[in-house]
């Protein structure tokens, strides 16, 4: 019978071996015995806690999907300054988070975007997360733009922030947070620049 508070502890210490697979070999190689080796478990344990693979991935998903809304609430809540701009550039911040550009997480990512295109469980985080990225930009310019420009540029910021983010997991180098920070404040400030007087 398994201590009582060890399932939170085990399920984040396969998640973090699922993140370290990924990053070692890539998802299609990644097995359940290599993640259980990797954990110090049994095979048996991710049946247990995830019942499958696919399971395991979207828990992984869930994982990073929370440490970026957790990143982007904690810098929200340090905000001095509630102006649309701040709080957008703060989502810019969030997405290019160390926590989602190290080698690890940009691999599983790119996996678990792949995978989803398969999966419908998959599919469904990655509306979730795709809606919540779109929703939050489009809030906020919303607040100074007419709501189908706040739309259109909710949508190009958006695109914006995959694109760089696709472009620096591909590259093969450290990504260049500064870099991708500038190119999406321009683009950003350009929007914002059409605010009605």
């Keep these: 019978m398994p201590k009582v508070g060890m399932q939170p502890i085990r399920r984040q210490q396969l998640i973090e071996a699922t993140l370290q697979a990924v990053d070692q070999v890539g998802m299609g190689d990644a097995s359940i015995a290599l993640i259980a080796r990797l954990a110090g478990v049994s095979n048996g344990i991710i049946s247990h806690y995830f019942q499958d693979k696919n399971g395991l991935i979207a828990a992984t998903a869930q994982y990073l999907m929370s440490v970026l ?14 102006s649309p701009r701040a709080h957008l550039q703060v989502i810019v911040e969030g997405n290019f988070d160390a926590s989602q550009v190290n080698g690890p997480a940009m691999k599983t990512w790119l996996a678990f975007w792949a995978t989803s295109m398969h999966h419908p469980s998959l599919h469904r985080l990655q509306r979730i997360n795709d809606h919540r990225l779109y929703s939050n930009l489009c809030c906020q310019f919303r607040r100074v733009l007419p709501l189908d420009d706040a739309r259109s540029a909710a949508r190009g910021l958006a695109a914006l922030i995959d694109g760089l983010w696709l472009r620096g997991a591909l590259s093969g180098d450290a990504f260049d947070t500064a870099q991708a920070h500038q190119i999406a404040y321009e683009y950003m400030d350009f929007q914002l620049a059409k605010q009605v007087s």
């Design 69 to 82: 809304s957790e990143n982007v609430t904690a810098r929200r809540q340090a905000l001095e300054d509630d």
